[in-house]
Nanobody, 122 residues
Framework: QLQASGGGLVQPGGSLRLSCAAS????????MNWYRQAPGKQREWVAV???????NYANSVKGRFTISRDNAKNAVYLQMDSLKPDDTAVYYC??????????????????WGQGTQVTVSS
């Protein structure tokens, strides 16, 4: 299960930091992603960070957003700087999680957080 937080209202040029933490009997988390969905638009991929730490970004956020992760906390973060009105969207975290169920069996899931609203407006 993923829980996202950190959204809010910010002026153009401002910054926000989103957080997302996974809970449960986690064995390993592979790719961790951030996606976003603006009103009336399809959900779009924003950034990925792999288990080894390498990352990639959508061209629209490259140079302004930074994705990071803390494997000890099963968490992923998105530092968003130089925010623009076009960044307004609901932001979702996503992760490929390997966990154990109550029967002690391995379960692989493509998990999504509940979304956190980011609004960039003056």
């Amino acid at each position: 299960q993923l829980q996202a937080s950190g959204g809010g209202l910010v002026q153009p040029g401002g910054s926000l930091r989103l957080s997302c933490a996974a809970s449960g009997s986690i064995v390993r988390i592979d790719d961790m992603n951030w996606y976003r969905q603006a009103p009336g638009k399809q959900r779009e991929w924003v950034a990925v960070i792999r288990n080894g730490g390498s990352s990639n970004y959508a061209n629209s956020v490259k140079g302004r957003f930074t994705i990071s992760r803390d494997n000890a906390k099963n968490a992923v973060y998105l530092q968003m700087d130089s925010l623009k009105p076009d960044d307004t969207a609901v932001y979702y975290c996503n992760a490929q999680i390997l966990s154990k169920n109550v029967e002690d069996s391995y379960v692989a899931e493509n998990s999504w957080g509940q979304g956190t609203q980011v609004t960039v407006s003056s």
